[in-house]
């Protein structure tokens, strides 16, 4: 037997226990569900084979495919007590707590007298399943198709547990909902399948925190394997704050899939931050099905060594009157490598559409790749849309101009680099995440030895 065929038995395997328990404690719809899902993992596999596979060009995930994970979340709340202290968090924040896929009630605070109003819903997914919340078998893997994704559909067949918010219609949630998943430092090498489902009623609005955190294991650290898939709906005239950390150990691997759903007059805003990771991929998609819709998507992400970053963001204007503004950053040391690929579809009677993108990378060493791919596919004739991409070392002329002010050429590098970050840094509006995420970025830049150039 090969080691790849092993490597599917591990996964059925654990598969087959997953499914036993849920037959026996959970509805038929969801066990239905997870088969679909497993079957269709087991036609598709991993996207290994580049050549001819557009999406995964210039991502190599056989790392992943090769890697023996085993299911995690059979660790203890305490193994997650050293990840927590990274993350972003606030007592008076409506805190969720997974560890290593599972919800940990002790590390939470779901800060009761602030979720119990107007019929806002705040939980760990397993229990609203269980619960029988008839939105949970309304919205889930409905945005989120698996017919055609191998990482989604592992995702959807060991579904089981995560985050599920809904804020009913015309009720505005104050307090941010703080979504942290942890991976901490285990003996053996994991995988986790973390699900976050957000449904925004009519007239609802809300901000929404997803970090993935990973503890360091030192040199002698497993690999960690993080498949997380979120779905997002808005409904008509609802309002979103999202943002989505990835801040996992340098031993890990992270695949994202993210799609948003956006209905009529509603506002979608996006800030994603990476940092850390072996391998990282952010699939996000965002469908803007109802007139008047607008979303921001912002991204900001900082790569050394031998890490690889792939941002692949994708825009659907199907209805007329909608907007999307895209803007990602990199900032790339080392031998690292980056991957963006922004595609905006505006649909043949989506008229008035305005769509504009831009990327941007910073390479702070002569070994640092990335590979921009913007795109527009425009099927109307009467919109305003436009895109860019940049890609360059820290500019020279600036760097002298903070040199005759005193400064020694490392620190003027490393203020350049970070008034770099902190455009992106900047749009979010919760003053506690952005110090949080100015601080995280800021210790993230290399200290010395950037490469300088033209402008970036």
């Known amino acids: 037997m090969t080691s790849t065929a092993t490597r599917f038995d591990n996964y059925n395997s654990d598969f087959q226990a997953v499914r036993e328990r849920r037959a026996a404690d959970g509805p038929a719809w969801l066990t239905e569900l997870g088969d679909q899902a497993w079957t ?24 992943i495919a090769k890697a023996d994970f085993g299911l995690g979340g059979l660790l203890t709340s305490e193994s997650g007590q050293p990840a927590l202290g990274l993350a972003p968090r606030k007592e008076d924040w409506i ?105 925004m009623g009519k007239g609802a609005q809300a901000t929404v925190i997803e970090s993935y955190i990973g503890a360091d294991g030192g040199e002698s650290g497993q690999e960690s394997f993080t498949n997380a898939v979120t779905e997002i709906a808005l409904n008509e005239g ?77 825009i659907d204007h199907a209805m007329p009157y909608t907007t999307s503004q895209l803007t990602y950053k990199g900032i790339l040391d080392g031998k690292s490598k980056a991957v963006f690929g922004g595609e905006v579809l505006v649909r043949k009677d989506a008229q008035k559409v305005s769509a504009h993108q831009s990327d941007k990378n910073l390479l702070l060493s002569a070994q640092a790749e990335v590979d921009s791919k913007p795109s527009l596919l425009i099927y109307a004739d009467d919109v305003q849309c436009g895109h860019g991409a940049t890609a360059g070392h820290v500019d020279k002329d600036s760097l002298f101009y903070l040199r005759s002010r005193g400064l020694d050429p490392d620190t003027a590098s490393r203020m350049l680099v970070h008034a770099f970050a902190r455009d992106i840094i900047e749009t979010v509006k919760n003053e506690h995440l952005k110090q949080y995420l100015d601080d995280l970025f800021l210790e993230a830049i290399p200290q010395s030895g950037l490469q300088i150039g033209g402008a970036a």
């Not at 889930?140 to 918010?165: E, I, P, S, Y």
Request: aromatic share 10%.
């Open 238 to 314: 609802a309002n979103l704050d999202h943002y989505r950390l990835i801040a996992e150990s340098d031993h890990a691997f992270h695949v994202g899939t993210s799609r948003v759903n956006l209905g009529q007059d509603s506002v979608f805003s996006s800030a994603s931050f990476a940092t850390g990771t072996t391998l990282a991929r952010n699939d996000f998609e965002v469908h803007l099905n109802g007139t008047g819709a607008s979303c921001t998507l912002n991204g900001l992400y900082l790569t050394t060594e031998g890490q690889h970053m792939d941002n692949l963001i994708s």
């Open 40 to 63: 269709k993992f087991s036609e598709l596999g991993f996207p290994t084979a580049r050549r001819g596979n557009e999406r995964w060009k210039y991502t190599n995930v056989a790392p």
């Open 95 to 199: 805190n969720l707590v997974f560890v290593d896929g599972r919800f940990s009630i002790a590390l939470s605070n779901l800060n009761d007298s602030k979720v119990a109003i107007n019929g806002v819903t705040v939980n760990n997914l397993a229990d609203a399943i269980t619960s029988s919340s008839v939105h949970v078998e309304q919205y889930l893997a409905k945005n989120a198709g698996f017919q055609d994704d191998g990482f989604a559909a592992l995702n959807t067949a060991f579904l089981g547990d995560g985050a599920f918010v809904h804020v009913p219609d015309g009720c505005v949630l104050e307090s941010p909902v703080n979504l942290i998943y942890l991976t901490s430092a285990s003996p053996q090498s994991t995988v986790n399948y973390p699900r976050t489902l957000i449904i």
